[in-house]
């Protein structure tokens, strides 16, 4: 039996949530790609968006991420009402978000892809350059205090394994300051044991005060350490709950279609029940008889 991360108990207080969204739609032409979708993300908490391909967790992700532009509804970022214009207006909001692609130069070192985008530099005039010392010891120190132990952080960052990099872009986040960190499918393309390291480092993340949006597919590792959950489903919401108020019996039933699947397992065992038999009376098309 799996052991959950119990979530980290953390002080309510009256501040207003990190990102907030209500009745938030997106349309491409008559496309509805997301409609009505609320969800709410707290410092110290993490909120779990569980759906299927195609219920609508990519455009989701678009619109906190600043890449589209919400159609409907508000959008609110610590209280305020907010269109983001780009993803630089995201990162300059508190807001980082790690891609399933991770966005890695392979061939790179560990900290210079931990720099990517935002090197420091020493010297001035002609004489400016990298800062190579600097970014080699944060990059380690940063990666230990979030309790990630690497050989080398010289080492091209494609020699690692996927759960080490998924844990290298978060200790990135944390070390820039971001508030809010939406981690896309981080656990999709891992083995049991690789997920549970993410999962580990997600918590971490949370433990540090962050609000997590984390997008799954897989409502156990959602249940192992999430705060609320939102369920999705072809672009609209099937369901918002507390930890508190659901058990991963329930959210797994509901992640799977919930009545959908009754049915189906119904007509499943009608089916089964019925074999390879023959109707009364029916001819048998094997034989040219009829059965009796």
């Not at 507390?242 to 279609?257: K, V, Y």
């Amino acid at each position: 039996m799996t052991k959950s991360v119990s979530p980290t108990p953390y002080e309510k207080s009256s501040a207003p949530a990190l990102v907030q969204m209500t009745d938030v739609s997106k349309f491409y032409g008559n496309i509805r790609a997301l409609q009505g979708v609320s969800l709410e993300v707290h410092a110290g908490e993490i909120t779990c968006v569980l759906g299927d391909n195609g219920a609508g967790k990519s455009t989701l992700i678009k619109i906190i991420a600043g890449l589209h532009r919400h159609d409907a509804g508000r959008f609110e970022i610590e209280g305020e009402e907010t269109v983001l214009a780009n993803p630089r207006a995201a990162l300059d909001h508190g807001i980082a978000t790690v891609y399933q692609d991770l966005a890695v130069v392979p061939l790179m070192p560990v900290w210079r892809n931990f720099f990517l985008g935002s090197e420091p530099t020493k010297g001035r005039g002609p004489f400016r350059r990298l800062d190579v010392d600097f970014m080699r010891e944060t990059t380690r120190a940063e990666l230990l205090r979030m309790g990630i132990d690497l050989r080398d952080v010289d080492q091209p960052i494609g020699t690692l394994s996927g759960g080490e990099r998924q844990c290298v872009a978060i200790a990135r986040a944390v070390y820039f300051g971001a508030k809010v960190l939406v981690l896309d499918e981080p656990t999709a393309a891992l083995g049991v044991k690789q997920s549970g390291v993410v999962l580990k480092y997600v918590a971490a993340a949370r433990d540090a005060g962050l609000g997590v949006v984390l997008i799954t597919h897989n409502p156990h590792h959602a249940y192992l350490v999430g705060d609320r959950f939102v369920l999705l489903k072809r672009g609209t919401m099937a369901g918002s709950h507390t930890r508190d108020s659901i058990t991963l019996d329930e959210l797994t039933r509901q992640m799977a279609g919930g009545s959908e699947l009754d049915e189906l397992s119904h007509e499943l065992e009608r089916v089964a029940e019925s074999g390879p038999e023959h109707p009364s009376g029916a001819a048998d098309p094997a034989s040219g008889t009829t059965a009796l």
